[in-house]
């Protein structure tokens, strides 16, 4: 059975940080684009970083360069986002899975995607 799940999500303060992790089972996630998307109240989701599944290149939305960091553990067959400098704006369900692309990852979802992990952003 091919399932994706995240965790990390919490709450945490402005200007603090926490780690995403995307666990899968059933398939490798090295041979994938791998994207991290949110979804706010009211709002539609957003891309914010990918992953190449050969070069292991990435890419990030304006609104996280700089303060997010996407990586890729394939002995634990595992995507992380790590997010600093968390803001207010920050606050979402957060969900990864595979993305489309050619050479390089887009921020196109596709195929099956996890049940996403709250982070509250909050003082």
């Known amino acids: 059975q091919l399932q994706l799940v995240e965790s990390g999500g919490g709450l945490v303060q402005p200007g603090g940080s926490l780690r995403l992790s995307c666990a899968a089972s059933?398939?490798?996630?090295?041979?994938?684009?791998i994207g991290w998307f949110r979804q706010a109240p009211g709002k539609g989701r957003e891309g914010l970083s990918c992953i190449s599944s050969s070069t292991g290149s990435t890419m990030y939305a304006d609104s996280v360069k700089g303060r997010f960091t996407i990586s890729r553990d394939n002995a634990k067959n595992t995507v992380y986002l790590q997010m600093n400098s968390l803001k207010p704006e920050d606050t979402a369900v957060y969900y990864c899975g595979p993305v489309s692309g050619g050479r390089y990852c887009a921020f196109v979802p596709v195929g099956s995607w996890g049940q996403g992990t709250q982070v509250t952003v909050s003082s």
């Open positions: 059933g398939f490798t996630l090295e041979y994938l684009h």
